[in-house]
């Protein structure tokens, strides 16, 4: 079946420091590809997404590039700040949202 | 714009009781999608409702039920309810013409003892 795999954490970085959390997926076919972030007491909040190979999704600072060589989708951010400490997912969809699969999640703490 | 919106917060329930949870959609999204989060995982997949039918489901058993009424409000019904349904149940509702666009609500966290 569908899956998303995701570096386990938690991340801790310090404010201003190269964030990357690593996603790769196993799916027959070519999913859409998406990053959830989660805010404390809050739901899941689209950070962004790429749609098919090679796209790059872009939102607030942060980017992942849809590898279908590798089967990854990466995010990115040049310069994390104590604002970004959250949960993040990865994951999955081949349709109208039907079957989102997500990744366990990747709790980033950022100290100032 | 109102965004989803989901009730109760929080609810205490004990084993072999049912519960039903609500959502309410955000203005002019038509699919609402049910997903549950246990402690520490990610969200997984109940079921998605679209103009008042199921338009898929996941690995849940028959007691996970739902209904969207006209409003495209809806609701997630567990009955027979056991410890490990203890978890976040996060609603997400979408507009069928924005491709994939899920807009989540808070949550209800569901306690069973």
């Known amino acids: 079946g569908n899956s998303v795999t995701q570096m386990e954490g938690p991340v801790t970085l310090s404010e201003e420091a190269f964030l990357t959390i690593n996603c790769t997926y196993t799916?027959?076919?070519?999913?859409?590809l998406f990053w959830y972030v989660q805010y404390p007491g809050e739901g899941l909040q689209l950070l962004l997404k790429?749609?098919?190979?090679?796209d790059k999704g872009s939102n607030k600072g942060f980017e992942a590039t849809y590898r279908k060589e590798t089967t990854s989708f990466h995010l990115e951010k040049g310069s994390v700040q104590v604002s970004d400490s959250a949960v993040y997912f990865c994951a999955l969809t081949f349709n109208y949202g039907q079957n989102f699969v997500f990744g366990p999640g990747t709790r980033l703490s950022v100290l100032p | 714009e109102t965004g989803v919106t989901q009730s109760p917060t929080h609810l205490i329930k004990t084993r072999g009781q049912q519960v039903t949870l609500r959502c309410s959609s955000q203005s002019g999204h038509n699919t609402v999608s049910w997903y549950q989060q246990a402690l520490g995982q990610g969200p997984q997949f109940i079921f998605q409702?679209?103009?008042?039918?199921?338009?898929g489901r996941g690995n849940f058993p028959p007691r996970f039920s739902g209904l969207q009424f006209p409003n495209y409000s809806s609701e997630l019904n567990v009955n027979a309810l056991e410890l490990d349904d203890s978890a976040l149940y996060l609603c997400?509702?979408?507009?069928?013409?924005?491709?994939?666009?899920?807009?989540f609500g808070p949550g209800t966290r569901l306690t069973v003892l």
């Open positions: 409702y679209y103009r008042e039918e199921e338009n």
């Open positions: 997400a509702t979408s507009d069928s013409r924005s491709y994939n666009e899920q807009f």
């Open positions: 790429a749609t098919k190979a090679d």
């Open positions: 799916a027959t076919g070519y999913p859409s």
